[in-house]
Nanobody
Framework: QLQLVESGGGPAQAGDSLTLSCAAS????????MGWVRQARGKEREVVAS????????HYADSVKARFTITRDNVKDMVFLQMNSLTPADTAVYYC?????????????????WGPGIQVTVSS
């Protein structure tokens, strides 16, 4: 069983930066794709970034391109999301998720392990 735990969220002001971290345990994630998925109140979950296990395949949602950066450390079994130039539209619960698709995935239905989520609230 794979456990994922997010950290690093919280309140922020527009224009600020935050870095989310995801620690994996229970089984290795170094051959699995990883992603960050967010859900704003009243909206569906959106895959904002995904990364393949070799870090060679990375996808970003249009809404976060050029602002967010996903990285991973396969030795430490961790995944990170650097978020810059935050806006109130980035307010959401952010989930770390894992998929058996080794290249990662832009489809939320492909993720079979999820962290509990962490709130990010950006005020103007």
């Amino acid at each position: 069983q794979l456990q994922l735990v997010e950290s690093g969220g919280g309140p922020a002001q527009a224009g600020d930066s935050l870095t989310l971290s995801c620690a994996a345990s229970g089984r290795a994630v170094n051959v699995r794709g990883m992603g960050w998925v967010r859900q704003a109140r009243g909206k569906e979950r959106e895959v904002v970034a995904s990364i393949g296990w070799r870090s060679g395949t990375i996808h970003y949602a249009d809404s976060v391109k050029a602002r967010f950066t996903i990285t991973r450390d396969n030795v430490k079994d961790m995944v990170f999301l650097q978020m810059n130039s935050l806006t109130p539209a980035d307010t959401a619960v952010y989930y770390c998720a894992s998929t058996k698709a080794s290249a990662g995935s832009e489809r939320r239905g492909d993720y079979d392990y999820w962290g509990p989520g962490i709130q990010v609230t950006v005020s103007s």
